[in-house]
Each structure stands twice: as structure tokens, then as C-alpha cells.
Nanobody, 115 residues
């Protein structure tokens, strides 16, 4: 099992930045993949960014060039740096981990982009 705790959400103006954190209860290098999803009101949950155990990253087209993944193995934490935020980035952001084929979710953190 793995527990995930997200933090870093908040209210930011368009064009601003936020950094989300996802702290895992076990080594992130043992986890097959760690992902960030988001869900806006009335919309389905969508995959935003993926971090593989090997260090590879993938991003949704809507965030490419604006969002960046990083990780700190000593803290077992994955970060999502979000720059040039737009109102359409407003959503609850969820951290997801896949361990031995099982998906685990954090509780989510709200990101609101508004002037």
C-alpha cells in the first residue's frame, strides 16, 4: 500500500504560479508511476502529468510548456510546478500512484485561478 498526501493548492491570479506537492508513504522509486490528475466541476478527471519510476515524464498537451514535474527521493515527494496558470486550470488536483498494478489516490488539493 501507499498513502499520498497532496499540498500546495490555493487561489492564484491568471499568469501566476503554484507548486503542488505529493508526499508518498514509501519510496517513490519503487512505485511504477506517479501521476497528477485534475477534475474541474462538471468534467471528467483528466491526466495532467506522469512521472515514471525511470524518471521519464509526460504531459497533457494543455499543460505542456507550463507545468513541470520534479521529485525528491529523500523526501519521497513529487512536485508539480505550474506556471502561467489560466482560469481553465481551475480544478481539484489529485496525486495518483500505481504500485503492483493497484492505483492509489490522494485526497486532492484545490487550485483556483481567478482574477
Amino acid at each position: 500500500q501507499v498513502q499520498l498526501v497532496e499540498s500546495g493548492g490555493g487561489l492564484v491570479r491568471p499568469g501566476g504560479s503554484l507548486r503542488l506537492s505529493c508526499a508518498a508513504s514509501r519510496s517513490i522509486f519503487l512505485i511504477s508511476a506517479m501521476n497528477w490528475y485534475r477534475q474541474a466541476p462538471g468534467k471528467e478527471r483528466e491526466l495532467v502529468a506522469t512521472f515514471t519510476a525511470g524518471g521519464g515524464t509526460n504531459y497533457a498537451d494543455s499543460v505542456k510548456g507550463r507545468f513541470t514535474l520534479s521529485r525528491d527521493g529523500a523526501k519521497d515527494t513529487v512536485y508539480l510546478q505550474m506556471n502561467s496558470l489560466k482560469p481553465e486550470d481551475t480544478a481539484i488536483y489529485y496525486c495518483n500512484a500505481i504500485l503492483y498494478g493497484v492505483k492509489y489516490w490522494g485526497q486532492g488539493t484545490q487550485v483556483t485561478v481567478s482574477s
